[in-house]
């Protein structure tokens, strides 16, 4: 685990640079918009909309029905919906994302699942808009046939 996110240690201070604002443990199910300021761990269940400026930590047995957006997130659980990390994107072996993930770094370890679409663009190397995006070349060689998928 990197030390961008590492757990709350016994006694740290909630809310505190480095340390966890908002934890939801094993047995909470939480449905609506959540949204906050400070570092977040999923330990449980949340459905709907998830948002935090800080850091975001999915535990392993956490389920994720929403779209995520957070500053850097470090996911061993599951998400179902659309992902937008403005930082660094961490997947471990049990991760598993059902949706589209925007992120500027990516680390997937071997097992960890993305399906959907992958963006990847920081501020010095934008998302292309739809309109720039190449365009498939047709082939006119007489020898060669285009292919079509």
Same mark, same amino acid.
Do not use: C, W, Y
């Given at each position: 685990?990197?030390?961008?996110?590492?757990?709350?240690?016994?006694?740290?201070?909630?809310?505190?640079?480095?340390?966890?604002?908002?934890?939801?443990?094993?047995?909470?199910?939480?449905?609506?918009?959540?949204?906050?300021? $400070? /570092?977040?761990? =999923?330990? %449980?269940?949340?459905?709907? #909309?998830? !948002?935090?400026?800080?850091?975001?930590? *999915?535990?392993?047995?956490?389920?994720?029905?929403?779209?995520?957006?957070?500053?850097?997130?470090?996911?061993?659980?599951?998400?179902? $919906? /659309?992902?937008? =990390?403005? %930082?660094?994107?961490?997947? #471990?072996? !049990?991760?598993?994302?059902?949706?589209? *993930?925007?992120?500027?770094?990516?680390?997937?370890?071997?097992?960890?699942?993305?399906?959907?679409?992958?963006?990847?663009?920081?501020?010095?190397?934008?998302?292309?808009?739809?309109?720039?995006?190449?365009?498939?070349?047709?082939?006119?060689?007489?020898?060669?046939?285009?292919?079509?998928?």
């Amino acid at each position: 685990m990197s030390a961008m996110f590492q757990p709350a240690k016994p006694g740290q201070e909630l809310g505190k640079k480095g340390g966890v604002e908002t934890f939801i443990g094993p047995s909470v199910k939480v449905e609506g918009d959540f949204s906050g300021d $400070g /570092n977040l761990v =999923i330990e %449980g269940l949340v459905i709907g #909309t998830l !948002t935090t400026k800080n850091d975001l930590t *999915v535990g392993q047995e956490a389920v994720i029905e929403a779209e995520v957006k957070a500053q850097n997130a470090h996911v061993a659980g599951r998400i179902s $919906g /659309n992902v937008t =990390i403005k %930082g660094k994107l961490e997947l #471990t072996a !049990t991760a598993q994302i059902m949706g589209n *993930v925007k992120t500027s770094v990516l680390s997937v370890e071997s097992g960890g699942l993305i399906n959907g679409q992958l963006m990847m663009a920081n501020e010095e190397h934008p998302a292309p808009k739809v309109e720039e995006l190449p365009r498939p070349v047709e082939v006119k060689h007489p020898e060669i046939k285009n292919h079509k998928r």
